[in-house]
T-cell receptor, first 119, second 112 residues
Framework: DTEVTQTPKHLVMGMTNKKSLKCEQH?????MYWYKQKAKKPPELMFV???????INESVPSRFSPECPNSSLLNLHLHALQPEDSALYLC??????????????????FGEGSRLTVL | GEDVEQSLFLSVREGDSSVINCTYT??????LYWYKQEPGAGLQLLTY?????DMKQDQRLTVLLNKKDKHLSLRIADTQTGDSAIYFC????????????FGTGTRLTIIP
């Protein structure tokens, strides 16, 4: 199984709603990522979890709250979002860093993304 | 710095070779990757190269790395309509760094 599964594929929410994006992988990877991608732009890193601990937060507003319940699951909780937060949210996983080096060739495996529209 | 630059657009006739270029500014990059993104989809890893290599070939794909000029290229031989997509290069800055920084992306259009 080399898949990263994201749900839902599409989400429309109002600015006062609370919703969550979910991501799952069963490759035994120990690092999981959230990226945000606006149209015609490259993905921008939001958060990295390494061995279930938050290791990178790229100064993301607190209306985005990540959670890593276990090594296979990654959530992104959304609250009081703005219309400019509308984007494709991509989850990714990798084998993680061990002994100071990335596992394998260090590549990230991406899900198909959750397209979020904030009204 | 971590800026990774690519040309925005490339048009190629079906059957010709496509060459997508990428320049980066951080000489400490260790691993470099090429990803493909089709419309509405996630990113698919195409190939990678380690910083101690200068060339890697994988079927129709050839990656060239010029560390002196901080230049990376992806050549796609015999380009097909299914190769239409956005191509991103990405760099990992050092061995202990989990962050991948993506280039600006090149939209490849195939002309029949």
């Amino acid at each position: 199984d080399t898949e990263v599964t994201q749900t839902p594929k599409h989400l429309v929410m109002g600015m006062t709603n609370k919703k969550s994006l979910k991501c799952e992988q069963h490759m035994g990877h120990r690092a999981m990522y959230w990226y945000k991608q606006k149209a015609k732009k490259p993905p921008e890193l939001m958060f990295v979890y390494s061995y279930e601990k938050l290791s990178i937060n790229e100064s993301v507003p607190s209306r985005f709250s990540p959670e890593c319940p276990n090594s296979s699951l990654l959530n992104l909780h959304l609250h009081a979002l703005q219309p400019e937060d509308s984007a494709l949210y991509l989850c990714a996983s990798s084998r993680g860093i061990a002994s100071g080096r990335p596992g394998g060739t260090g590549e990230l495996f991406f899900g198909e993304g959750s397209r979020l529209t904030v009204l | 710095g971590e800026d990774v630059e690519q040309s925005l657009f490339l048009s190629v006739r079906e059957g010709d070779s496509s060459v997508i270029n990428c320049t980066y500014t951080d000489s400490s990059s260790t691993y470099l990757y090429w990803y493909k993104q089709e419309p509405g989809a996630g990113l698919q890893l195409l190939t990678y190269i380690f910083s101690n290599m200068d060339m890697k070939q994988d079927q129709r794909l050839t990656v060239l790395l010029n560390k002196k000029d901080k230049h990376l290229s992806l050549r796609i031989a015999d380009t097909q309509t299914g190769d239409s997509a956005i191509y991103f290069c990405a760099e990992r800055l050092d061995f202990g760094n989990e962050k991948l920084t993506f280039g600006t992306g090149t939209r490849l259009t195939i002309i029949p």
